[in-house]
């Protein structure tokens, strides 16, 4: 499993990971466009993930449930810009936060020369505070435990196709 390279950047508000997947392109952006799929990898190794919408396009809604030991954590926002297969521009919120916290975070999908794909994330957030409170929230324990798992989801696409 490799790392996801976390990098802030307090003066421009980011948080920027990177991590190489040993898939196609194809099939990690399908992991990442497909209800059923996201459902699978998306959260922490405890959680469960319900997808209550997604309309993958451009002005399109999505709203994702997931549920931790007897808890439930909301997170939704709106599909800024599609460039199948090369990158998703998104609204990012975090609903027990309530609104004006909102940031936005591209995802890039690179093909690699030996036909492995690289992910790259860029979460612009609107205040330091707000990058700061994700952080402390678990943000790259999340994020680890999630590409950990659409690691193993990718594994036994490219085992079926």
Known sequence: ????????????????????????????????????LIQQWWGTDDSEMVVDKMDVREGGEWRFVNKIKGQVYAFHGEF??????????????FEPIGPGHELTETIRFEETVDGQTKISTTSHFLTIEDLEGM??????????????????LLQGMKETN
């Open 1 to 36: 499993m490799g790392a996801n390279n976390l990098q802030v950047d307090k003066n421009k508000k980011t948080v920027s990971m990177e991590r190489i997947f040993d898939a196609p392109r194809e099939l990690v952006w399908k992991a990442h466009t497909t209800p059923e």
């Open 80 to 93: 800024k810009e599609i460039v199948e297969p090369e990158k998703i521009t998104w609204t990012f919120n």
């Open 135 to 152: 952080m402390s929230q678990g943000m790259e324990s999340g994020a680890t435990q999630s590409w950990n798992r659409l690691e193993k």
